[in-house]
Nanobody
């Protein structure tokens, strides 16, 4: 199982970006998917999660600005980020609780994509 994150870049404050995370490989089922971020000198923090049902949860710092979604047919999760602030600058990682078979389930990480918010 592999997770491939993309969509990061440099954006001005107030701008928008959409991150994507595509899951590939031997997939029996994709359970909870999540986005985390890690800013320089800080611990990795949870940004948003989305269950297989589509129910989403967000960190207080991004509520109302970020939207997590998933396309189960494409095995892809997205993070739409609006009204970006300099403090959103970080490496963003996708994470998945994925079943490769009916009896094997594990936690997987993507490689990270850099988001820089600066004027």
């Amino acid at each position: 199982v592999q997770l491939q994150a993309s969509g990061g870049g440099l954006v001005q404050p107030g701008g928008s970006l959409r991150l994507s995370c595509a899951v590939s490989g031997r997939i029996f089922g994709i359970n909870v998917m999540a986005w985390y971020r890690q800013a320089p000198g800080k611990q990795r923090e949870l940004v948003a999660t989305i269950a297989s049902s589509g129910r989403a949860n967000y960190a207080d710092s991004v509520k109302g600005r970020f939207t997590i979604s998933r396309d189960n047919a494409k095995n892809t999760v997205y993070l739409q980020m609006n009204s970006l602030k300099p403090e959103d600058t970080a490496v963003y990682y996708c994470n998945g609780d994925i079943s490769a078979s009916p009896v094997y389930r594990a936690d997987y990480w993507g490689q990270g994509t850099q988001v820089t918010v600066s004027s």
